[in-house]
């Protein structure tokens, strides 16, 4: 069975590789969704995959490193498209949650990336 499990950063950032006069070469924010995706065999006595709370304790280490700061200076993000910075987050929380499936990463309503690792 697969749960998951949403939670929102705010980070700046400008992506210094795009040509000079497209909009996100400028210093910008966003309100970032992601969303954990945890699949495995549920506890037969406690009825579930695993713990939401254990999710978010993972998450909350992470967490502290991307919000309200700017991601261009964040170890490994020098270029923080919403791809390379899904990627930087599975990276961190796979060895913490060893169940997660599939994070999506949001960077605005209606623009994201799924990554499976
Ligand atoms: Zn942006």
Redesign the pocket.
Same mark, same amino acid.
């Given at each position: 069975m697969t749960i998951f499990k949403e939670f929102t950063f705010d980070s700046a &950032?400008y992506l210094p590789h795009v040509p000079e006069d497209h909009k996100?070469r400028r210093m910008?924010g &966003?309100t970032y969704r992601l969303r954990l995706y945890i699949t495995g065999a549920l506890d037969p006595r406690l009825g579930w995959v695993m713990d939401f709370a254990d999710i978010k304790a993972a998450w909350k280490t992470i967490e502290a490193q991307l919000d309200h700061r700017c991601l261009n200076e964040v170890e490994g993000l020098s270029n923080p498209t919403a791809e390379h910075i899904a990627a930087w987050i599975w990276q961190r929380l796979k060895p913490e949650l060893p169940l997660l499936q599939k994070i999506e990463l949001w960077?605005s309503p209606s623009a994201g990336v799924v990554y499976e690792g």
């Amino acid at each position: 069975m697969t749960i998951f499990k949403e939670f929102t950063f705010d980070s700046a &950032h400008y992506l210094p590789h795009v040509p000079e006069d497209h909009k996100c070469r400028r210093m910008h924010g &966003h309100t970032y969704r992601l969303r954990l995706y945890i699949t495995g065999a549920l506890d037969p006595r406690l009825g579930w995959v695993m713990d939401f709370a254990d999710i978010k304790a993972a998450w909350k280490t992470i967490e502290a490193q991307l919000d309200h700061r700017c991601l261009n200076e964040v170890e490994g993000l020098s270029n923080p498209t919403a791809e390379h910075i899904a990627a930087w987050i599975w990276q961190r929380l796979k060895p913490e949650l060893p169940l997660l499936q599939k994070i999506e990463l949001w960077e605005s309503p209606s623009a994201g990336v799924v990554y499976e690792g």
